[in-house]
């Protein structure tokens, strides 16, 4: 019963069999969740020597500022526990004893829940947040608590708070000299070292999407209201999402299916699948870039992908009148909210007092305290909420509609392009302008505030700064599942990028 349960969840093992009660422990820097999950099952390793393992790598891993909280303790306890659950004949659950991780605005019954910033180190929730209780409900074990950009509003990673390493900010897992990218820094890079087989991250424009594309990783950022945003510390109700990150897209289409329920997703048959490729999404690609992407939308035609060359008007011109202005506006309430309800004895302005990172410092106080957005001179600042209404009312719509049209015109299954339009550029103060930043969600921000799914697939490295490449894929609302399929074609197309340091 127990080999059916596994078969039916994880597929095949692709491990060697070994004997033994721990069992050695198997490759970690090609092991996925899904694989991990088989060996633990089948008793060719025990989840605590699993779990010692990962914690060793983490442990040597401590420059790249990937933790806020590594629990040791309480990881070895939980996979202890699974490991007695299994010895007792209990049906295999989807990830027994596997070893994930969790962004830290994510809330983690018993360990604090900072999300980056010296206001909240003190708040200890009494309870998971719902999509992390589904894991452990699933067999899960915690490792920690996954660094990450300050308060999630920015993309760089570069938070001088939680450091563990000499060096301040999350460091990329390919070359510590990089920037991560955000705000999901900390688990990207966790999977991408390999210090982890797979986590959880949030998304408001880009934010598990991005940080995969520059550290090797998979993840889906899901439609809107896939997931339950209950014990998730917020920017935007309208737009934000958690959602999985992981070595390969079969560990993301599982722990997705932890989450959400349903069947188990098959890779998808790319013979006659088309994708559109917008303009827009191909603008300030670089050199190692543009190689990549267009290399593999070869070989995507010759596996019989019909590429379809579509024009979006007006789509960023829609894009930034919503995303700003939602945004901005909701974060003030929308914090203020959960800061009450959650527990954490911090009012907003004790929370803006502490901010360290500029960059979050500036947006708090110039901007979402006064419930602001920037204007051109003479004004330079005017009153959020008229922009506001108008993009709930008018131009998110006509968005949501630009998208619709497109799909349907054009007989889409997906929109692709390069998921950043560039290989992680130097870590530093620098890494969170303005400028860096507009650049770096060119592309995954007007899905997001569509609301759409999109799923960020690892397609090889730079060909000349060995840095990873990132491909997207953005499908219509619900279709989620089938965006992992084809994600899941293209990764068993291209194969898997080697592992960060």
């Not at 088989?38 to 983490?58: K, M, Q």
């Not at 460091?171 to 210090?195: C, E, F, I, L, Q």
């Not at 543009?290 to 992908?305: E, K, P, W, Y």
């Not at 500036?362 to 003479?378: D, F, H, I, S, W």
Request: glycine share 10%; hydrophobic share 45%.
């Amino acid at each position: 019963m127990r080999q059916f349960l596994v078969s039916i969840w994880v597929g095949p093992l692709v491990l060697a069999g070994c004997a033994g009660t721990g069992g050695p422990v198997p490759d970690l820097t090609s092991l996925t969740a899904s694989e991990a999950a088989a060996a633990v099952c089948s008793g060719r390793v025990s989840s605590e020597t699993l779990t010692r393992a990962y914690l060793a790598r983490a442990k040597a891993r401590t420059a790249l500022n990937a933790f806020v909280t590594l629990d040791e303790a309480g990881a070895l306890t939980a996979a202890r526990q699974a490991d007695a659950r299994l010895a007792s004949g209990a049906p295999c659950l989807p990830l027994q004893g596997v070893p994930v991780v969790v962004k830290d605005n994510i809330e983690a019954a018993g360990l604090p829940t900072t999300a980056g910033t010296p206001a909240l180190k003190g708040f200890v929730p009494k309870a998971d947040a719902p999509v992390l209780q589904k894991l452990r409900d699933a067999g899960a074990v915690l490792l920690g608590k996954t660094n990450m950009h300050e308060l999630a509003f920015g993309i760089s990673g570069f938070n001088a708070n939680f450091n563990t390493g000499p060096q301040p900010g999350v460091r990329n897992a390919y070359d510590p000299s990089k920037m991560s990218g955000g705000s999901s820094s900390g688990t990207a890079v966790a999977v991408g070292a390999r210090m982890a087989p797979a986590g959880l991250g949030t998304d408001t424009g880009g934010s598990v999407r991005l940080p995969c594309a520059l550290n090797g990783c998979a993840s889906l950022r899901p439609t809107m209201g896939r997931y339950d945003q209950t014990g998730i510390a917020p920017i935007s109700h309208t737009r934000d999402t958690a959602g999985p990150m992981a070595v390969s897209m079969n560990d993301v289409a599982l722990l997705d299916r932890v989450i959400a329920g349903g069947d188990a997703v098959s890779a998808a048959n790319l013979q006659g699948v088309r994708l559109g490729v917008v303009p827009d999404f191909m603008a300030n690609l670089d050199v190692d870039t543009r190689g990549a992407f267009d290399a593999a939308i070869q070989r995507l035609q010759a596996a019989g992908v019909t590429v379809v060359p579509v024009a979006m008007p007006r789509l960023m011109e829609f894009n930034g009148l919503v995303g700003f202005p939602v945004a901005m506006f909701e974060a003030h309430d929308d914090m203020v909210r959960y800061l009450r309800e959650r527990g954490t004895g911090v009012i907003l302005p004790q929370l803006v007092a502490g901010i360290t990172s500029p960059d979050v410092k500036g947006t708090y106080e110039a901007l979402v305290m006064p419930r602001k957005l920037p204007a051109p001179p003479p004004a330079n600042l005017v009153d959020a909420e008229p922009a506001y209404r108008a993009a709930l009312a008018t131009h998110r719509p006509a968005l949501i509609r630009l998208y619709t049209d497109t799909f349907a015109l054009h007989r889409l299954d997906a929109l692709v392009f390069p998921t950043v339009p560039q290989v992680a550029p130097d870590a530093g103060p620098q890494s969170s302008s303005l400028e860096t930043f507009g650049l770096f969600i060119q592309n995954t921000d007007p899905g997001s505030n569509a609301g759409l799914p999109g799923v960020q697939v690892p397609i090889g490295l730079g060909a000349t700064s060995r840095l990873p490449v990132g491909m997207e894929l953005d499908g219509p609302a619900g279709s989620d599942r089938r965006l992992m399929a084809l994600g899941m074609a293209i990764e068993q197309l291209l194969g898997r990028v080697p592992p960060g340091r």
